[in-house]
Every structure is written in structure tokens, then in C-alpha cells.
């Protein structure tokens, strides 16, 4: 098993670590949800698999890979893939009706640099991405577990993080965001104490123009709460 400079495993065994930051939900999907992942899934679906995949024969081309943890319905992450052509994106999601959203979406924009996989985000890491492959990972407004008693299902804990910082090549960035205060800190206080990582800002960062204003973030700011974005750089 090989070892990163701060002496932990680069491939991490997920009974060890075995986190469920979400709750399956039998969502309705939708006849256009349906439709989508039937006549595009074969193509832009990647299967679970415990073998490491080959990032530049998915997409049939070599350049900047940057996995998505939890896109929901998938809207910022299409924008996001349009926005940058010269990258690929992975999305990882474990409800259908957003892997339907998103595939729908992928017909309507002709994305070609999309693929999605619809399983757990601890087991695709561990099993399927290779030590260094990432220039980029992006975990958006996940679930916060607010009562006390649910924290500990929160995806954002030192673990987990390690694991992602195995991942990520040199110099790539792990961008995440949160309209939870209290995770906010938490996140803040778990990253900061990953060797790998290093914080771009002196603690929270500006939000960059590549994560798009989400519906469910604009009401919010309407409302007048608050987002926390948190930029890490691996090193």
C-alpha cells in the first residue's frame, strides 16, 4: 500500500471508513427524467466498479479532470461544464431523479466533457479514481446534518478529506460551500488541518465565478443568509 509524505495510505479500505452523509430517497421521476437516462445513461453514465478508471479513454481525450460530489438536480453543474469545454467533469450523485435531471440536460447542451456516476462518493473514490488524478473537486451545499446527533454524517470530516486529497494532483483545488454556519466552521477547522491541503484565503474565500448562484442560494440570499465558500489548494 503506498503512503503519501504525511504516512497515510493513498488507497484507503472503505469498510474502514464507511460514512452515509445521505438517506436514499425514492424521489418521482419525472416521463423526461426517464426518458433521458434510458436513451443517454448508456453513454454518459459510468458503472460502479472496484477498478480504477481510465479517465482519458472515457472521454476519449486527456485534460483536467474535476469531480462533483452531490449535484442534486444538476443545474450549476451543467452550467459549470459549459463554461469550461477544456475540462472533463465526473459527477457523482446516488438519487435518480438528479442523474435524470442532469442527463436531461446534457441532451439539451450537447455537453460532451459530462459523465456521471450514481453510487456512493466514499466507495467511486477509494475504488474507481487513481492517486493524482483530480486537478479539482467540487462539494457544493451538502447535506448539513444540523442536529447535533446527525453530525457525524456529515461528508466533510477528516477522512474523507484525506481520501480526496489522495486524489487530487498537485497544485488542484478542492472548492467546497456550505449556507450552514456552523459546518462552515467545521469544514474550516477539518481542511485546515489536512497536511496536503492549504487554504487559498485567510479563512473563508470569495466566491469564484465558476460556482454559479444556484437557485436555492439566490432565494436564500434573499432572505438574507449567508454562504461560506471554502477554496483549498493541494500542495
Known sequence: MSENKSGKPLFYDP??????SFVKRSGRLS???ARAIEELGPRFCISYNKTVIDLAQIFGRAAPTVLEIGFGM?????????????????????????????LKLIGEQQLENLRLIQYDAVEVLTNMIAPGALAGVYVFFP????????????LIQGPLVSLLASRMALGG???CATDWQEYAEQMLEVLSAEPLLKNTAETYAERLDDRPVTKFENRGLRLGHSVWDLIFIRV
Do not use: C
Open 173 to 175: 483545488y478542492l472548492h
Open 31 to 33: 416521463t423526461a427524467q
Open 143 to 154: 447535506d448539513p446534518w444540523h442536529k447535533a446527533r446527525h453530525n457525524k454524517r456529515r
Open 74 to 102: 444538476g443545474e450549476t453543474s451543467a452550467k459549470i461544464a459549459a463554461s469550461m469545454p477544456e475540462k472533463n467533469f465526473v459527477g457523482v450523485e446516488v438519487h435518480t431523479p438528479g442523474v435524470g435531471s442532469l
Open 15 to 20: 469498510t474502514e471508513y464507511r460514512i452515509r
